[in-house]
């Protein structure tokens, strides 16, 4: 285990469904991200949180919200999502939101949108 | 733009055969290189970091190399294992705000 934990693993959703991806890391980090990483596809960022403050937000679509109420906890809200949305959601921590401090990874949840 | 381009996408060898995984970038700046390993479902599971002054690195039987000049990487697996069967993923830090970018990866598969 890396120390980054992700729930829940799967989850499928309608389109008019609302839910929450959790994201908690027990490593003492800083900096929290949110990745996609769909089939075929390079990770895609999709935001930073450091120190509780977003930022990054790579031209995300409205209807991703994340929250980061302290430095271990991270979540990805999800409404109206389309099925083009349906992918594997990576959440990462590294100690800074720096270049040379190495980012480590959750198992992923993989979400369905139906 | 920043890209990193890996070869080959997809690569079959059987248990205890060697192999060689490779990674061309056109980051710039550089800061590090990174290989990562993804099983099927899971996360990325870090390998190697290496800096501008490193031209290798081992990690138990994995050995990365990195030519800075040609801007390439490679990532040397010996006797390969069942449980060598993931995604290699190769990533380049920009430099400055842990941006990374992320190459498509190495479906590698040993089989018996």
């Known amino acids: 285990e890396t120390g980054v934990t992700q729930t829940p693993r799967h989850l499928v959703m309608g389109m008019t469904n609302k839910k929450s991806l959790k994201c908690e890391q027990h490593l003492g980090h800083n900096a929290m991200y949110w990745y996609k990483q769909s089939a075929k596809k390079p990770l895609e960022l999709m935001f930073v949180y450091n120190f509780k403050e977003q930022t990054e937000n790579n031209s995300v679509p409205s209807r991703f919200s994340p929250e980061c109420p302290n430095s271990s906890h991270l979540f990805l809200h999800l409404h109206t999502l389309q099925p083009e949305d349906s992918a594997l959601y990576l959440c990462?921590?590294?100690?800074?939101?720096?270049?040379?401090?190495?980012?480590?990874f959750g198992q992923g949840t993989r979400l369905t949108v139906v | 733009k920043n890209q990193v381009e890996q070869s080959p996408q997809s690569l079959i060898i059987l248990e205890g055969k060697n192999c060689t995984l490779q990674?061309?970038?056109?980051?710039?700046?550089?800061?590090?290189l990174r290989w990562y390993k993804q099983d099927t479902g899971r996360g990325p599971v870090s390998l190697t970091i290496m800096t501008f002054s490193e031209n290798t690195k081992s990690n138990g039987r994995y050995t990365a190399t990195l030519d800075a000049d040609t801007k390439q990487s490679s990532l040397h697996i010996t006797a390969s294992q069942l449980s060598d069967s993931a995604s290699y993923i190769c990533?380049?830090?920009?430099?400055?705000?842990?941006?990374?970018?992320f190459g498509t990866g190495t479906q590698l598969k040993v089989e018996l």
């Open positions: 990462a921590s590294s100690q800074h939101q720096l270049g040379e401090f190495e980012a480590f």
């Open positions: 990674c061309n970038y056109t980051v710039s700046p550089f800061s590090n």
């Open positions: 990533v380049v830090n920009t430099g400055g705000g842990n941006k990374l970018t």
